[in-house]
């Protein structure tokens, strides 16, 4: 079982919509979750980290967090062309590295 | 503040030889940690080092080696150079709160490494 796993892309939407992006984690003492967004030919971006339960929102983007489920996701509202872009889980386990899942290709239609 | 920077940004080597590459943290960031990414593997952690001591590492061969400086800097090294090695290396810092996992790394640009 891979460490990080997100929903397998690519993913195309259109312009203005949601973007809804799904990370699932095997390791339970996670403790801190990111989201990375890497342009072609770039390095990762953070975009947002989230430690709790709940929902986290950062003008366009929400995070979501659920602990018991081991699972985090990441909504992209009103989507612009800007937004097409490779995203990234990122999973903190507390041993000082970052687990990475192998990321969702987001195409936002014009 | 300045961001992570890596040097050099591009490299071509031959299968054999050895490599160093170099990264500065952010001002105040004294964790550092390497990845390589490639298109089959993804983003792959490689080792992490704060105050000089590396903390932990990820499995790859012992060809791959790093050290960190007292001023955060950071290298690593790649030696005997195999075709595989070709990839983005990536270096990320983070100030590093503790154990308590609050650990939000950021990037550099990443040094593209070509084996022919």
């Known amino acids: 079982q891979k460490e990080v796993e997100q929903n397998s892309g690519p993913l195309s939407v259109p312009e203005g919509a949601i973007a809804s992006l799904n990370c699932t984690y095997s390791?339970?003492?996670?403790?801190?979750f990111f989201w990375y967004r890497q342009y072609s030919g770039k390095s990762p971006e953070l975009i947002m980290s989230?430690?709790?339960?709940g929902d986290k929102e950062d003008g366009r983007f929400t995070a979501q967090l659920n602990k018991a489920s081991q699972y985090v996701s990441l909504l992209i509202r009103d989507s612009q062309p800007s937004d097409s872009a490779t995203y990234l889980c990122?999973?903190?386990?507390?041993?000082?590295?970052?687990?990475f899942g192998a990321g969702t290709t987001v195409t936002v239609r014009a | 503040k300045a961001g992570v920077t890596q040097t050099p940004r591009y490299l071509i080597k031959t299968r054999g030889q050895q490599v160093t590459l170099s990264c500065s943290p952010i001002?105040?960031?004294?964790?550092v940690s390497w990845y390589q990414q490639t298109p089959g593997q993804g983003l792959q952690f490689l080792f992490e080092?704060?105050?000089?001591?590396?903390?932990n590492k990820g499995n790859f061969p012992g060809r791959f080696s790093g050290r960190q400086f007292s001023n955060s800097r950071s290298e690593m090294n790649v030696s005997t150079l195999e075709l595989g090695d070709s990839a983005l290396y990536l270096c990320?810092?983070?100030?590093?709160?503790?154990?308590?996992?609050?650990?939000?790394?950021?990037f550099g640009p990443g040094t593209r490494l070509t084996v022919l």
């Open positions: 990320a810092s983070s100030q590093d709160p503790g154990t308590s996992g609050y650990n939000e790394q950021f």
């Open positions: 390791d339970r003492v996670s403790q801190s």
């Open positions: 989230i430690y709790s339960n």
């Open positions: 990122a999973v903190n386990p507390n041993d000082y590295k970052l687990s």
């Open positions: 001002s105040g960031h004294r964790s």
């Open positions: 080092y704060f105050s000089e001591t590396q903390r």
